[in-house]
């Protein structure tokens, strides 16, 4: 926190005296050449700094303006708190009295702020140890660590600031605060409504009286900054609902003597409430006048709606904008029939005249370089204005998820009719995270994975992971990174490498394990904006080390194959992705195909999977988003599908309420999954905000609905026997990584399944 922003400075003050002071001691003095200039009751401060500062030096003439010119300078130093001036015939002797120096700054009873951010606010005006004091800082610091305190609803908050001399010329300078507890709102009222219930009025405001939330979100603090912003927020609930000359006459807040309880009156006029009856154009539309009607958002007939009218002209201006027009301006002038109670709107345009992009300047990227972002842009510098590509580029860096904000802002550019500089401005997330999964119930207790990635790696756009896992049932060595630009023109080239080693969790380290290994290298190509074609090929070895515990299903795969089985999969995929952030989507649908074909090697077979997101904004906080995703597997050649290539379903990323991977075919006694050739999973979101996190997007509260199932290779799939859940959840953008905790109560399931209700994950979607 920085609020002391201004030095104060008592420079009329000090002009005055130092005038006064010469017209006392020199009034009589004639002017005369110096020979000799000395300095009396310096401790601290250099001789050479009082000698710099005179506006003069020995052999020049010195008279009654340059002595008040010489004391105005040492006063401007702040080092001082006297300064005299005396005549030995032509001797000057300058007599100073030096400010006392900051020894220590003290805080006592602070709780509501950093103390070490306050601290580090004085020093950046002049108030730190071991520089001069000036009491009128610490009285300006005082009243506005004071004013601090009231913006934090703490009216009751006391600042005492106490100077102690000490040896040397220092002094202590000690700030003790009560702050006492903070002043809440006991009481909202609105007065003047007449077609909305009060409390449906209070239900628009940030601010109220309290709930059991409000430890967390503060809402019933009173600052006026939220007063203003809740008038703004009451006056656009009348102005949506056709009320289009309301208007809030007056605010009145009271405080107890106590200063503990607030009240706050809002009076209101609703006036009438107007009906549109026609929409007509005027000006200049480019000869596309069909075009811009299908633009408009108005509805006649309709009660008025200023959010439709904003939308019109924006919709109006970001389409003038695709023909390279930035500067084009739109009037809605309502033209009001109060007879009648009707309004009329002329959407006036005058287009202005075309601009070209002079310059793209990025700014908040403290870590990605800036060559990650311009290299997203579709609109090029020195290239017509294109609103279109403008808003492709924006999207396409939001769609990086390195950023929780990117925003484009246009600026004209000084002195020209045709320019504009586009600034893109970014707020940067952690891009690193540690994956770490957790799952909890009476019979499994605890269970836990974890691994390592950076999604931004040295600030250079690429992907690179590594996941090690030293666990006794699961060993497991990753690395997999990704050049999304491994050629200038976006073909991304991805390469893993990895080994495993897994067994059950059985408590019995003589169990059987799976150890695979191998490397695969694929590219993807854009053919759209939105489009990505990939392929590649994957070289990978499977052993089956005998143990406790075999299934069947491997002994029989086995004896087919052996206990090492190789594959050479050839990998083929599509991916559309139209979504406004990857981050935080709220509207857009992400689609992705994936097909692995084994020609080579003793595993030969066909794994196929697709998944389909879509992303549909509910209203401007709430969001609902929709999940499918299916998979497919089969053996070729006569060949059996190999089961380490089994889908395995259940848990965070599919069906949350269920273990972990345990939906699908198991062995007799239901303490080995084995997963399944084929799969099903759908899931159902509503995202809302956390309450009093405003339009944070990173801190969000979900409802969901899953189902879904693994089934055999020879099982036919049944929508009877998926399994399914509903619950709540917590998403929150952690420094971390993603993290999703949720809750769920299974709906449809068997007696076999592993039930866990409670469930958390960093990096997973759905």
């Known amino acids: 926190m920085n609020f002391l922003s201004n030095r104060f400075r008592l420079q009329h003050l000090f002009v005055f005296v130092a005038t006064a002071v010469v017209s006392l001691s020199a009034w009589a003095v004639e002017p005369f050449k110096l020979k000799d200039i000395r300095v009396e009751g310096l401790q601290r401060v250099e001789s050479g700094t009082v000698f710099a500062s005179l506006p003069f030096r020995i052999g ?30 032509d001797v000057l002797v300058v007599i ?37 004091f000036d009491k009128a800082l610490a009285d300006k610091a005082e009243q506005e660590l004071k004013r601090q305190y009231i913006t934090r609803s703490l009216y009751g908050a006391e600042v005492v600031t106490t100077v102690t001399p000490v040896d040397r010329n220092r002094v202590n300078l000690t700030f003790t605060v009560s702050e006492g507890g903070p002043s809440k709102i006991k009481e909202i009222r609105i007065n003047g409504s007449q077609s909305f219930s009060e409390r449906t009025l209070r239900d628009q405001l940030n601010l109220d009286i309290g709930g059991w939330l409000s430890w967390y979100t503060k809402s019933d603090r009173y600052s006026r900054t939220k007063l203003n912003a809740d008038l703004e927020t009451l006056r656009s609930f009348y102005l949506a609902r056709g009320f289009l000359e309301f208007r809030v006459d007056s605010t009145q807040v009271a405080i107890s003597p106590d200063k503990q309880d607030i009240s706050i009156v809002i009076n209101v006029t609703e006036g009438d409430r107007f009906v549109v009856s026609n929409v007509k154009l005027e000006g200049n539309y480019l000869g596309k006048e069909d075009e811009f009607k299908a633009l408009v958002k108005i509805g006649l007939g309709q009660p008025y709606n200023a959010e439709t009218v904003a939308e019109t002209t924006k919709a109006f201006a970001d389409y003038f904008g695709k023909f390279g027009y930035a500067f084009a301006r739109i009037d809605a002038r309502p033209e009001v029939d109060r007879l009648n109670n009707r309004v009329s709107f002329v959407l006036a345009a005058e287009p202005s005249r075309r601009a070209y992009v002079r310059r793209i300047n990025v700014t908040g990227n403290n870590r ?53 500089d586009l600034i893109i401005s970014v707020v940067e997330k952690p891009t690193g995270s540690v994956s770490l999964g957790a799952g909890f119930s009476s019979t499994e207790k605890v269970a836990f994975n974890f691994g390592i990635r950076q999604e931004n790696a040295f600030g250079s756009g690429n992907y690179l992971a590594t996941e ?7 060993r497991t060595i990753v690395i997999s990174t990704t050049d999304p630009y491994f050629t200038p023109d976006g073909v991304s080239r991805t390469v893993d490498l990895f080994h495993r080693t897994s067994r059950p969790y059985l408590g019995d380290l003589n169990a059987y394990s799976l150890v695979s290994s ?12 939105v489009d990505r074609v990939f392929f590649g090929a994957n070289l990978e070895q499977t052993s089956i080390r005998p143990g406790n515990n075999l299934p069947n299903a491997y002994v029989e795969y086995m004896q087919q194959f052996g206990y090492t089985s190789t594959s050479l999969p050839l990998t083929i995929g599509w991916a559309r992705d139209d979504r406004d952030s990857a981050l935080v989507p709220s509207k857009g649908i992400l689609q992705r195909f994936n097909s692995d074909l084994s020609i080579a090697g ?16 509910l209203t401007k906080k709430f969001t609902l988003a929709l999940n499918a995703d299916v998979g497919y597997g089969q053996g070729l050649s006569n060949r059996p599908y190999p089961l380490f290539k089994n889908y395995f379903v259940g848990g965070l990323g599919s069906v949350r309420g269920f273990q972990q991977s345990s939906l699908g075919p198991s062995n007799s006694g239901a303490t080995l999954f084995l997963g399944g050739a084929k799969k099903v999973v759908f899931n159902a979101e509503v995202l809302a905000p956390f309450p009093g ?19 055999g290779e020879t099982q036919k799939i049944s929508l009877s026997d998926l399994r399914t859940s509903v619950g709540i959840g917590l998403s929150w953008l952690s420094p971390m990584g993603p993290l999703r905790f949720s809750y769920a109560l299974p709906m449809k399931s068997q007696d076999t399944d592993k039930i866990q209700r409670l469930q958390f994950q960093i990096g997973t979607s759905f």
Not at 468 to 474: A, D, G, K, L, P
């Open 468 to 474: 090690i896992n030293t666990s006794r049932f699961n």
């Open 602 to 617: 003793d595993s030969r077979y066909i794994r196929t999977n697709y998944q389909i997101q879509h992303y549909t904004p």
């Open 518 to 529: 191998g490397a695969g290298m694929r590219f993807g190509v854009p053919f759209s904006e």
């Open 60 to 89: 020049d003439l010195y008279n009654d303006e340059s002595g008040a010119a010489a004391i105005r300078a040492l006063f401007a130093l702040g080092l001082f708190k006297d300064v005299r001036l005396d005549t030995q015939g």
């Open 368 to 420: 990605t370089r800036d060559e990650v972002i311009r290299r997203e842009f579709r609109q090029l510098e020195s290239a017509w204005y294109d609103g279109d590509k403008i808003k492709l580029s924006r999207d396409r860096v939001d769609r990086l998820g390195f950023f929780t904000e990117v925003n484009i802002e246009t600026q004209e550019v000084p002195a020209t009719m045709d320019q504009v």
């Open 693 to 711: 996190a405003g339009n944070d997007r990173t801190l969000r509260l979900f409802a969901f609905a899953d189902a879904g199932r693994a089934f």
């Open 96 to 132: 100073v009295e030096e400010r006392p120096s900051i020894a220590e700054i003290q805080w006592v009873g602070l709780k509501e702020f950093d103390k070490d951010v306050l601290t580090k606010s004085l020093k950046e005006v002049g108030l730190a140890e071991g520089r001069p």
